[in-house]
């Protein structure tokens, strides 16, 4: 574990270009700084969220008011929702970890179009002030949850049109990251990198921007259409006028469910990192792996129907949706045996990123298998809008893409800032966060189920124990996050330096300085072997970064 | 502007830009289809208004921009195989006619659109008040997407005179063209939606 290239070689952070200080930052195309400024701007928004969060928990301590009106509570779940969907969980890793790392993974100097990424970034920030700015115009803070369903979205006299044309703002950064990402695949790879030495992370990011571009323009045009409603009131979702509501609930989830997994599929590429890395261990079937995540792609646009099971829909198109929705369980599945295999007979190294893996595993396998309970229509029926799918969606995006966004941090942390982080502290947060997680998020499972519906500001006395006990749980969580992020903090300042290849990984981002220099390495890298080909560990990878 | 340009030069990829071009188009694409769907499901819904109300549209002056727009495109391919021959001029005398036949389909555009609206159809207008609600629909379908076509062309329009301006400063020039084929490409997409637009609200009775 050689320091020394690391400090021969100037990292990006002192590479002096066309501008200084914050301005070299804000105006830089280097992938490196734009996943970073995406990394800064997106855990701004997912505190605030928390925040958001936590305060509803609280109003739920005890029945009616606690420190809120209900119309400040529709207001905070809907920000809530908005903030965390649209401004860190969809962006999230592919715009953060994906902009950082999917060129060095491939070895390229940056991304195919790297203006436009830059671009992607500035339309980020710009939703995310639009959202903000809109809670202070005219009607006061949206109040009609993230779904934006009409014809409330159309009467409400709350501010609606700002949030939404910050959803599409957003949609078009999202868009524009995911043709820059797949015109990278396409184009830049290093020599020797075909498609199948391709680490997963790569391929999840690969699929993922597909996804982006199939679903996204639909979720534009709609909202576009409930902001021309709104401003001239031409009829075509106003029922009053001869509109279909309905339609609108289709074209929002054609977008909005494969969204789900515009948010779960990076997550899964990461984990599909992190396990071999940490078994040492060949990833048990990469090509199924691969593959697992087109069948996600392009399945996944075509089940957007679950959603509307109770809304008003023939019964044969509700067995399809249905029926489509256990399948596109199935690779999903194949995902979680094949990590589960290569741990098996591994030379697993326990560290804060495969606890964060393990948690993940278990968080998401409860959440892909509640969402087949909503997905099947006979008991979608009783617990549709209750608890229990506020609590299946935490599961899979918290539990999930959550977790593993806090594990890519640590994992990617060494390299991303050069430094070192207290492990132990790390185990000892990924563990309250767990305990934290599951007070809150199972608890709704059992409000849930007993009839506790979703969005509402007060409750009845046989919920009061539930009730207080996730909020509880809710501080827990709170907890392992505050301990988590100053173990992080207190790293960033205070931190030993890393060494270019601290897990001893064989993927292309380890293969270079840490932090990497400003074109990412400083030798024309060349892939001989694949990338988790750890019987080749000593061939493939150059002394100064074992 | 940027930190990395020599970056960006020194490896030119005009076949990555255009497939950047296309995934993009092919999201515009989609954008239009999300609208293309609405069309579907209210002509089902409503196919005896949609035939009364397409009467009401004037089919000389669709027509009429329907050539407008075609040869625009035909221009448009002109001017990129003028510059891809070195004629420089000729290039931008054919960009200038595609942006003029442009700005000829917008006043056309806005014929249409002002007798319409002082027939009093129009969202919220006293006439469009007495239709029926499938007539409603289809003339809120119209507003909307030839409304965002129009948008598009508009924003077409921009594009061109950033590629006149490139033009005339040399940077489009015989050995680097990519950015007039990406305009290119974008303008033709305009001009194809456009030719479903035309038989779905004129042709269609």
């Known amino acids: 574990m050689s320091n020394s290239v690391a400090t021969s070689v100037k990292s990006f952070y002192e590479y002096q270009g066309k501008h200084k200080g914050i301005l070299g930052w804000i105006l830089s195309t280097d992938h490196k700084r734009i996943g970073l400024l995406y990394l800064w701007s997106m855990i701004g928004f997912f505190l ?115 949030p939404l044309l910050a959803a599409f703002i957003l949609g078009f950064s999202s868009i524009l990251t995911g043709i820059n990402f797949i015109t990278t695949v396409h184009r830049m790879r290093a020599k020797g990198m075909t498609f199948f030495k391709l680490p997963l992370f790569v391929w999840a990011l690969y699929a993922t921007g597909w996804i982006q571009i199939i679903g996204t323009p639909v979720i534009g045009i709609t909202i576009l259409l409930v902001i021309v409603e709104r401003l001239f009131g031409v009829g075509l979702f106003d029922p009053a006028l001869g509109g279909d509501p309905i339609l609108f609930q289709h074209l929002f989830w054609i977008y909005s469910h494969p969204a789900v997994y515009i948010m779960i599929l990076p997550a899964m590429g990461v984990v599909s990192e992190i396990i071999p890395t940490f078994a040492r261990k060949h990833i048990f079937g990469y090509k199924a792996i691969a593959f697992s995540s087109l069948a996600i792609a392009f399945i996944g646009t075509l089940v957007w129907g679950h959603h509307m099971f109770t809304s008003g829909m023939s019964d044969t198109a509700r067995w399809v949706y249905s029926l489509l929705t256990y399948i596109v369980a199935l690779p999903s599945a194949v995902k979680v045996f094949n990590w589960v295999a290569t741990m098996y007979k591994g030379s697993i190294r ?38 229990f799918v506020v609590a299946h969606f935490h599961f899979v995006m918290f539990g999930g893409t959550g977790f593993i966004f806090f594990g890519a941090l640590h994992y990617w942390f060494p390299k991303m800032f050069g430094k070192m982080y207290n492990e132990k502290i790390a185990l000892t947060a990924v563990g309250i966060l767990t305990i934290g997680f ?109 | 502007m940027n930190t990395n340009s020599q970056l960006v030069t020194h490896h030119r990829d005009d076949f990555g830009s255009k ?180 038989p779905l609200f004129y042709l269609l009775h």
Do not use: C
């Open chain 1, 48 to 162: 605030v969220g928390v925040g958001l969060g936590v305060l509803m928990r609280l109003e739920m301590l005890t029945m009616g008011p606690t420190i809120m009106q209900p119309q400040t509570y529709n207001a905070i779940f809907t920000l809530h929702g908005i903030i965390m969907i649209f401004l860190f969980i969809i962006p999230g890793l592919p715009a953060a970890f994906g902009n950082f790392f999917l060129p060095i993974m491939i070895g390229a100097e940056d991304v195919q179009f790297p203006r436009l990424n830059l671009l992607s970034w500035w339309l980020y920030i710009t939703g995310g002030i639009f959202a903000i700015v809109s809670l202070f115009l005219s009607g006061g803070p949206i109040d009609t949850g993230w779904t934006f369903y009409v014809p409330y979205s159309i009467r409400t006299s709350t501010q609606v049109i700002l």
């Open chain 1, 438 to 546: 599951l007070m809150l998020y199972f608890t709704m499972f059992i409000l849930g189920y007993e009839g506790m519906p979703r969005r509402y500001y007060d409750y009845l006395p046989q919920f009061q124990n539930l009730h207080i006990f996730a909020t509880v749980g809710s501080w827990v969580l709170v907890t392992g996050l505050l301990l988590m992020f100053g173990n992080l903090f207190v790293a960033l300042k205070k931190g030993a330096p890393a060494p270019a290849n601290p897990w001893g990984s064989m993927t292309l981002e380890w293969q270079t300085s840490s932090p990497p220099p400003f074109e990412n390495f400083n030798y024309h890298p060349e892939i001989k072997y694949g990338p988790y080909d750890y019987e080749h560990y000593d061939e493939a990878v150059k002394d100064e970064y074992k």
């Open chain 1, 350 to 387: 326990m560290s804060a990123p495969f606890a964060f893996v393990m948690a993940f595993i278990v968080l998401f396998s409860i959440g892909g298998l509640t969402g087949l309970i909503l997905g099947s229509v006979a008991t979608n029926i009783h617990v549709h809008d209750t608890y």
């Open chain 2, 19 to 198: 497939m950047g071009m296309w995934l993009f188009l092919f999201t515009e694409l989609i954008l239009f289809g999300g609208l293309f769907i609405m069309y579907m499901v209210y002509r089902v819904e409503y196919t005896e208004e949609f035939h009364l109300a397409a009467k009401e549209l004037n089919l000389a002056l669709g027509t009429l921009n329907t050539m407008i727009l075609l040869t625009s495109s035909l221009t448009m391919v002109l001017s990129i195989v003028a510059i891809q021959r070195g004629s420089k001029k000729l290039s931008v005398f054919y960009l200038l006619s595609t942006i003029g036949l442009a700005l000829a389909f917008m006043v056309i555009k806005a014929f249409e659109w002002g007798a319409k609206f002082s027939h009093g159809i129009y969202p919220g207008g006293e006439a469009l008040a007495n239709l029926s609600n499938g007539e409603v629909i289809f003339f809120g379908l119209y507003f909307v997407m030839t409304g965002l076509h129009a948008l598009h062309v508009l924003i077409g329009v921009v594009i061109l005179l950033f590629m006149l301006i490139f033009l005339l400063r040399g940077k489009i020039n015989q050995e680097n063209n990519i950015r007039l084929e990406a305009g290119g490409l974008y303008w033709h997409l305009v001009d194809l939606i456009w030719i479903f637009l035309f």
